[in-house]
């Protein structure tokens, strides 16, 4: 059965988490996705190590997700012969994926009028911080910083100090749409011919998450603080303790709210005009807590659990991360794949193709290369002789 991608050749040029999920998503679904890694290694292998350390370092637990189904090409790009590797890597790709500072594009030849005068249909996936114009064009940053400058971070956690998910999702998001990018960007040039650039952001990504609280703050001058896992619209929405864990619950709408009422014994509350509505529910949220509070305490999680799934009321257990492992949906439906990585000492649990295609269906192929792992077999295809490879090893270039 032939992958939705193949035959697309990706250059990867990314690093940490958007450029590298971006060229992940696209590796999962068939295209033939070349890293172009430092010779040393770039940081972004060796965070957070669940290898045995090979020169000083182990390999990360989420390098080893976002860059399976890739291959490795090692290259010193300070060196004057990295220029024509990439030319020749360039003539040959359908996308160049890069989450570098502008600057450093132009000086590698990986902005797009560089990458179009070598290869007119190129595809550019371009991924930064604050985007290619504005004030901010210029500044380096991180998924937290998108966080903090998008409103999320002020309004994330319990009263006090702002407090930033554990979660990149700016970084993830940023490289979800990105990708999605890219297959318009397939889809245009298989109509057209032509190629283009797809800018990914991650303060774009961050602003569009909070666009319903930005949304109601620039309206209606609502100002919003920080109230923990309480939710803003509705009620219940919280986490609650039940005798041996935590219970997150999620209620939207009327006729969910009177299941749960019903649920917890108190069907008066719901004809009570301070909870007619979602909104008026979360601003008289108090009482609602308290029922939802003593009905927990008398419960197990599991107990909870049962009796709230057999009144179709939202809720989940608080997981632990050995937990999540051991959960029956999470094996049931395979959403982890253990993988075998040279120098783990055990197969590694990597998060496996999230969306799931009936035809065409993506997945992991194989593991994470190796520092270098395919570097020759690379340069071969590009048209470098045995002989030019060894040249190239001499001096350092790759």
């Keep these: 059965m032939q992958a939705p991608l193949q035959g697309i050749r990706v250059i990867d040029f990314g690093r940490f988490i958007a450029g590298p999920y971006c060229g992940m998503l696209l590796a999962d679904m068939g295209a033939d996705v070349i890293r172009v890694d430092r010779r040393q290694g770039s940081e972004d292998r060796y965070t957070g190590p669940v290898t045995a ?14 860059n399976r189904n890739k291959r490795s090409l090692t290259l010193d790009t300070s060196k004057p012969e990295s ?13 160049v994926v890069a ?22 249909d190129i595809i550019l996936a371009r991924v930064s911080a604050f985007g290619p114009d504005g004030p901010y064009a210029n500044r380096v940053g991180f998924d937290s ?44 040039r298989e109509r057209t011919g ?24 620039s309206v209606k001058g609502i100002e919003r603080e920080q109230q923990g896992n ?11 303790p039940t005798k041996d864990g935590w219970i997150v619950v999620q209620t939207i709408g009327g006729d969910m709210f009177a299941r749960w009422a019903r649920m917890v014994g108190r069907e008066e509350l719901i004809g009570d005009a301070r909870f007619d509505d979602d909104l008026s529910r ?3 949220r108090e009482t609602i807590t308290n029922a939802m509070s003593a009905w927990m305490a008398a419960r197990t999680t599991a107990e909870a659990i049962a009796e709230m799934e057999a009144a179709r009321v939202p809720a989940g257990p608080v997981y632990s991360l050995d937990q999540v492992l051991d959960d029956p949906q999470v094996k049931a439906r395979e959403l982890l794949q253990y993988v075998e990585y040279p120098d783990a000492p055990k197969p590694v649990p990597l998060a496996n193709t999230a969306v799931r ?12 290369p190796m520092l270098g792992e395919h570097t020759d077999e690379v340069l071969g295809e590009i048209g470098y002789s045995a002989a030019e490879i060894a040249g190239l090893r001499a001096a350092e270039a790759v």
């Design 230 to 240: 309480a939710g803003f619209y509705s009620a219940p929405a919280d986490t609650y």
């Design 145 to 188: 910083i998108a966080q903090a400058m998008s409103g999320a971070m002020a309004l994330t956690g319990f009263a006090g100090a702002p407090v930033k998910d554990i979660v990149s999702f700016c970084d993830y998001g940023t490289a979800l749409h990105t990708a999605f990018g890219v297959a318009m960007a397939l889809l245009h």
């Design 357 to 368: 295609l009936s035809a065409t269906p993506g997945g992991i192929r194989h593991r994470a």
């Design 83 to 95: 220029a024509e590797i990439i030319r020749r890597l360039v003539k040959t790709a359908d996308v």
């Design 282 to 284: 979360a601003d008289n």
């Design 99 to 120: 989450n570098l500072p502008v600057a450093v594009m132009k000086k590698m030849r990986l902005d797009y009028d560089s990458l179009r005068a070598t290869k007119p």
């Design 53 to 66: 350390p090979k020169n000083g370092a182990g390999e990360g637990g989420g390098f080893l997700s976002l």
């Design 194 to 217: 032509e190629g283009q650039i797809v800018d990914g952001a991650l303060l774009a990504t961050a602003v569009t998450f909070m666009q319903a609280l930005l949304a109601e703050r």
